[in-house]
Each structure stands twice: as C-alpha cells, then as structure tokens.
C-alpha cells in the first residue's frame, strides 16, 4: 500500500512524495522546488526517489526538476505537448506507465495549459488521481491556454472517474474555492457543511487534501454545470440565458476570475 505525504513548497503548493515502504522506493509530483525533497530524501536515507512526474510546464511544477536529475537516478516524466527540458520520458494520451508496483494511466486534460495531462492509478487499495492545477478541491485551474470548452471536456474526464478515486491536486486553495462555491450555490448544503469543515482546518494550519470523486461532484461549481442552481446563478450573473455544460462552465470560470 502507498502513503502520500504533502511537502509543501512556496506559497501554496504541496509536492506530492509517493512512498513504497516494502520496496523503499519513492516518487515526486510536480517538484517545483527541489529543496523539501532533496530534504525529506536526507532524513530517510533508505528510500530511493526513483521517479518524477510532471503535470505541465508552469514553472511552480518544474523549477525543481534540474537539481533532481543532478542529485538522484530518478526517472523524469511528462507531457510529450509542453516544452519542459530533462524529461526522459514524453507522455500523451492513453500511454501507461509502470511506477512503484502500479500502472498509471496518462490523460491528456487540456485547459489551464494545452498540453496538460493527469496521472490514474486504478490501485486495488483505492484509485487516486494525480490532476495538477485542472481539479482541484472545489475548483479548477485557470484558464491560461486553453478554452472553457477544453477545460470542460477534461473535467468531465476526470468526474467519470470511480467516485471512491482519491485526488491529489497541486494547491492548497479549497478554501478560496469552497467560499466562491457557495456564492454559486447558496442553498448547497453540502457545500456550506464542507467548508465549515475546511476553515476549521485551516484555522489549525492543516492540509484539505486529497479530495474525492464523489465529493467534488457534490460541491464543486466547476464540475456542476448541468446542474439548475448553477446555470440559474450564471444566468444571473451575466444576465441572460445561458445553456447548460460547457456555457454555463465558461461563465462560472469568468465570474470566479473576478470574485
Ligand atoms: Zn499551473
Ligand atoms: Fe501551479
């Protein structure tokens, strides 16, 4: 069985260690510092980092890739459509790779950038999902690069996956996200329990993560199009009618750029 530690680095970013006890192996996501791992790989220095994955390019996911390479044998992987330097490995849709005992399915999921992908691992201890800055808990990713309707299309990917799928996203911004959420959708009861939840945590200084399938599609504005209250309060917003799917998506992601 994996454990998932979050190291966190800059502002708001966790780097994600995946740890093999039985195997005392070790993977990174998006280091964008190299410091809190060549850190953590210092204090534990029976465990080996033997792979990184890489989400996208923006430079808070790839700044710690260089020193890496230079100070272990890991193997770098990452999207084939972005231009990041040390990748062993170019990744696109569909490909499989095989990682600490498991197989990670790669999906491309454009939006926030267009050569965006995210990591699936449909392990038998529970699937988890490695999304970068698409989904994160109560939100989505900018729009940097691509369209409301990529971004869309890739977040549907991502909410067919099982309900039980645990998400490990890239940020620390539930609460930001889950306020906005509920200026969507006042009456959500599940959000407004959720984020009573998160301002505790955060209160204490913890983490709001990993999040699941099931409770993103219960609170999150971003994967809720279709739902009345939504395209109710984007119509409000912009004031006219808007259609369900990916209108209503491109109206909400307006609004919380300006929220
Ligand atoms: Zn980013
Ligand atoms: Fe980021």
Redesign the pocket.
């Known amino acids: 069985m994996l454990e998932f530690l979050a190291l966190p680095a800059f502002q708001d970013?966790y780097i994600w260690l995946i740890l093999d006890h039985k195997r005392q192996e070790a993977a990174v996501v998006d280091p964008g510092d190299a410091v809190p791992v060549i850190t953590w790989l210092g204090r534990h220095p029976e465990y080996q980092l033997r792979h990184v994955l890489v989400t996208h390019h923006?430079r808070?996911?790839t700044g710690g890739l260089a020193t890496l390479k230079a100070a272990t044998d890991c193997r770098i992987w990452g999207p084939a459509a972005e231009a990041i330097s040390s990748l062993d490995r170019r990744l696109d849709d569909g490909d499989k790779i095989n990682i600490l005992g498991q197989t990670l399915q790669v999906c491309a999921v454009p939006g926030h950038t267009l050569g965006h992908i995210a990591f699936y691992c449909d392990d038998p201890d529970g699937p988890w999902l490695l999304s970068g800055?698409t989904l994160f808990a109560g939100g989505c990713g900018r729009l940097f690069e691509g369209t409301p309707q990529q971004m869309h299309d890739s977040l549907e990917r991502l909410a067919a996956l099982p309900d039980n799928t645990s998400i490990y996203c890239?940020?620390e911004y539930t609460q930001a996200n889950l306020r906005f959420a509920h200026a969507v959708e006042p009456a959500n009861d599940d959000i407004r329990v959720r984020l009573e939840v998160v301002n505790d945590l955060r209160l204490a200084g913890r983490m709001t993560l990993p999040t699941t399938v099931a409770l993103e599609k219960r609170t999150n504005p971003f994967l809720r199009s279709n739902e009345p209250a939504v395209i109710t309060a984007a119509e409000q917003q912009q004031g006219q009618r808007i259609a369900a799917g990916a209108d209503t998506f491109a109206a909400i992601r307006a609004w919380k750029d300006r929220f």
């Open positions: 970013n923006h808070d996911h800055d890239a940020h």
